[in-house]
Every structure is written in structure tokens, then in C-alpha cells.
């Protein structure tokens, strides 16, 4: 099922005009940076984008120039986890993993999870009530389990063992196309709480 619905909404992202596109990132950009919850962040994971994703590099060295600080993850493919990195310039970025830019590891750059106040999180598709359909890897999964709702198998009325810190505020930025009637979860699925399309901005716990 997650497949299907995968394939079908990166059919309809991939099938946008260049030049419509174009309009639909600045009007995602534009909703983003007056969002009150990036105004106020501090430290912001990003991410660099790939093909058709909505284009994240147009404004990367901005949040840089507006005095936050930036951290992009770097795949290890090996152990199959992200691991995250600050970027004082953009110009610092090189190719990665499937010759997607990352930071170029620095010692003194990494950074943890629990020092990021918002993350901007890429995905395939995503539903009104925060589901999200990444692409297969998990990585963000990864990244993210344990922060974020209780554990699975574990009592609502007991804390989960070695409780970590609440997930920083979670935004994803998709085309209108990419917001589906309905994503299917699993326990480990992480949810975002925050939506920006180029036509809305859909807090996901309001639904």
C-alpha cells in the first residue's frame, strides 16, 4: 500500500512544470519564514534537496544570513543513520550520499538532536493529520524514535524506559500535490506537526 501511494505521489510531484514549481517553492518559502515557530528557533535541521523535493537550496543561505544556525544531516549508509552537522556557509556543501550535497564533516561541527529547537523534514507524502510517507530508507524514523510519543508496547500510564527529550517542532514543506486523503502509519512512524504547502498551512494536531 505505502508503495502505491508513494509511487502515485511522486508522480504527481515529479509531473509539475518547472515554471509553476518555481512559484509554488517561493509562495512555500515566503509562508515558511514568516511562520512565528521558525522566527523564534534558534538552531534549525534542514535538509539539502533532491530531485523534485521542493527546492530547499534557495533559501538555505538565508537562514545562515539571519543569524541561526543551520545543521544539515550526512547519511551513513554504512550503519544506516543520519548524522547531523552545522554549516556556516553553503558554499561548504559537497556531494554525498546518491549525490545528494551534504556538510562536509568538520571536527567541532556536530551537532545533537536535543540542541535542535525546529526541523524541517523532507518526505513523499504526507496527510492532514501529520502522517508522513518517507522513501523507504528511515532514516528520519531512525533519527527520531524515542522522542516523539511513547514507545510502542509500552503503558500509557508508565514512562517509557530511558525517556529522551520531546522532539524538536517538526515542519514539512510539500506541494499541494504531495497531501494525501490518508497515509498509512506504523507505531515507529514519526508525525509532523506542521504542513506548508503553496496554497496552506495545516497544523497537523488542529485535525
Known sequence: MKKKIRARLLRKRDSIPPEQKVLKEEAIAKRLFALEE???????LAYV??????????????V???GKKL??????????VLKLYE???????EYGYMGILEPGVK??????????????IPGAGFDLKGNRLGYGGGYYDKL???????????SKKEPAPNPQPPTPFLIALAFEEQ????????????????IITDKRLIRCTDN
Open 71 to 80: 545543521v544539515l544531516p550526512v547519511v551513513d549508509s554504512r550503519h544506516r
Open 38 to 44: 521558525f522566527r523564534k528557533a534558534k538552531i534549525l
Open 179 to 194: 497531501v494525501s486523503e490518508e497515509i498509512p502509519s506504523e507505531p515507529h512512524d514519526i508525525k509532523v506537526d506542521m
Open 107 to 120: 571536527e567541532g561541527r556536530e551537532v545533537i538532536l536535543s540542541d535542535i529547537d525546529l526541523i524541517i
Open 49 to 62: 534537496s533532491f530531485r523534485s523535493e521542493v527546492d530547499t537550496t534557495r533559501f538555505l543561505q538565508d
Open 87 to 93: 554549516v556556516k556557509e553553503t558554499s561548504e556543501l
Open 144 to 154: 527520531l524514535s524515542g522522542t516523539k510519543d511513547q514507545e510502542p508496547g509500552t
Open 64 to 66: 545562515i544570513n539571519s
